[in-house]
């Protein structure tokens, strides 16, 4: 249990275009899904925090504009890159709430690597 | 603020015991996560503590805790080439649901022959 999928797992778009990357969990739902974004060899940075049914949470620094996140459901968040740069090229990641035994978990997605050339 | 640190790398040859340590500055933290990454992966939960532990183990997973220095430990006992991972430390501050978790910045393992 507790699987978290996202897709697509790699994409390659143009400058100035926007792509949307989903993030699902599969077998339990998620009122709260994060989204993280990773560079090579470094650290996760927590984007931000989509609740669903309401407005994503943004951390310090992050363009809300620019990082569009929608949890329409209980089982799927989305991340739109818009009018999208090379420099956010990235991997990026999201994870998922879970209630574990009492205790509430995260579960991560496989990570969606994005090319912008 | 929150912060936690790792050293990036470390190299063991398969069949010895690899320690990766982690140190963390809120003493607020509820739990204590590890956190392996393969390449071009996500993250798989290795396992976690609660901080008023001082050890768990869990098959060859051991993880020590020294609460007073802030001090997190994994120790994998024979350790093998498909370990060779990054392995990440992060502390959250309750088990809340809207809790957020803060990484080290990752230790590359790499087990060599």
């Known amino acids: 249990g507790a699987v978290v999928s996202q897709h697509p797992s790699w994409v390659i778009c143009k400058s100035g275009t926007s792509v949307k990357i989903e993030c699902r969990s599969l077998?339990?739902?998620?009122?709260?899904m994060f989204w993280y974004r990773q560079f090579p060899k470094q650290s996760l940075m927590l984007m931000a925090t989509s609740n669903e049914g309401s407005k994503a949470t943004y951390e310090q620094g992050v363009e809300k504009d620019k990082f569009l996140i929608n949890h329409a459901s209980l089982t799927l968040s989305t991340l739109t890159v818009t009018s999208a740069h090379p420099e956010d090229s990235s991997f990026y990641i999201c994870?998922?709430?879970?209630?574990?035994?009492?205790?509430?978990?995260?579960?991560f997605g496989p990570g969606t690597r994005l090319t912008v050339t | 603020g929150e912060d936690v640190e790792q050293s990036l790398f470390l190299s063991v040859r398969e069949g010895d015991s690899s320690v990766i340590n982690c140190t963390y500055t809120d003493s607020s933290s509820t739990y204590l996560y590890w956190y392996k990454q393969e390449p071009g992966a996500g993250l798989q939960l290795l396992t976690y503590i609660f901080s008023n532990m001082d050890m768990k183990q869990d098959q060859r997973l051991t993880v020590l805790l020294n609460k007073k220095d802030k001090h997190l430990s994994l120790r994998i006992a024979d350790t093998q080439t498909g370990d060779s991972a990054i392995y990440f430390c992060?502390?959250?501050?309750?088990?809340?649901?809207?809790?957020?978790?803060?990484f080290g910045s990752g230790t590359q393992l790499t087990v060599l022959p």
């Open positions: 077998d339990f739902q998620a009122t709260t």
């Open positions: 994870s998922a709430n879970f209630r574990d035994r009492g205790r509430w978990e995260q579960y």
């Open positions: 992060a502390e959250s501050l309750s088990s809340g649901s809207a809790r957020q978790l803060t």
